[in-house]
């Protein structure tokens, strides 16, 4: 039954013939043995995860350096021509604005079809 409690994380009622310095002395024994455990356990861990890391590994060898120069640096990216990317922006507002363009017009349209059908159902039911 102590057993089990300890399994649990409660403490056993203290024995009848148990003074209180034994009871501390066992109580600090089983706190230096869980400690000891505790390590062992992270001491396991540890091993574990550092061979993992090993075996996982698979970077290439760092460079060595030797003559000390630096590696070149890559060439720069290439450019588009200055002319080429404000004749895109050119185009690209004037369809913009050809887009709004016909977006107000269809508008204006469906608000006259609108209109027409409002009068039309109105003289109909005069």
Request: aromatic share 0%; net charge negative.
């Amino acid at each position: 039954m102590a057993e089990r409690l300890a399994a649990l994380g409660i403490k056993a009622p203290a024995k009848a013939g148990e003074t209180p310095q034994q009871r501390a002395e066992r109580e600090k024994k089983e706190r230096e043995e869980k400690l000891r455990q505790a390590e062992e356990e992270d001491a396991r861990r540890e091993e574990e995860r550092q061979r993992r890391l090993n075996d996982e590994s698979t970077a290439p060898p760092a460079p060595i350096q030797g003559s000390g120069k630096k590696p070149a640096p890559p060439p720069p990216a290439s450019r588009k021509n200055k002319a080429d990317v404000a004749q895109h922006d050119v185009e690209q507002a004037d369809a913009e604005a050809k887009r709004a363009e016909n977006e107000m017009a269809e508008k204006a349209l469906r608000e006259q079809q609108e209109a027409q059908e409002a009068e039309t159902k109105r003289l109909e039911y005069v």
